[in-house]
């Protein structure tokens, strides 16, 4: 029922930093948890970081915790991802996903962008 559509992605010199964008339609994203996962060519896709609804706290994968600060709007339908620091390591497709759910686990998502790519190059 929501459409979420990533931007932001590109090319970035280690330890510089990208804001990532997600922009919701269909339904009012208060309605979900939000979340970034993040997918690496040949690897799982990785949970980066969650923010739930109505409390908006934040839960963040070790690779991101302190580097990484996720965010929401709602008045704007959109969820953003700041990245500080950024590394080769973190050089991957960034996905934003929804869900009625508490799980950090992919499966547990029910709706999904298409993705934006971040290379990060050293």
């Known amino acids: 029922q929501v459409q979420l559509v990533e931007s932001g992605g590109g090319l970035v010199q280690a330890g510089g930093s990208r804001r990532l964008s997600c922009a919701a339609s269909?339904?009012?994203?208060?309605?979900?948890?939000m979340a970034w996962f993040r997918q690496a060519p040949g690897k799982e896709r990785e949970f980066v970081a969650r923010?739930?609804?109505?409390?908006?706290?934040?839960y963040y994968a070790n690779s991101g915790k302190g580097r990484f600060t996720i965010s929401r709007d709602d008045a704007k339908n959109t969820v953003y991802l700041q990245m500080n620091s950024l590394q080769p390591e973190d050089t991957a497709v960034y996905y934003c996903?929804?869900?009625?759910?508490?799980?950090?686990?992919?499966?547990?998502?029910?709706?999904w962008g298409q993705g934006t790519q971040v290379t990060v190059s050293s």
């Open positions: 269909g339904r009012p994203i208060s309605m979900y948890n």
């Open positions: 996903a929804a869900t009625y759910s508490s799980a950090t686990e992919a499966s547990s998502f029910d709706y």
């Open positions: 923010i739930n609804r109505i409390t908006s706290r934040q």
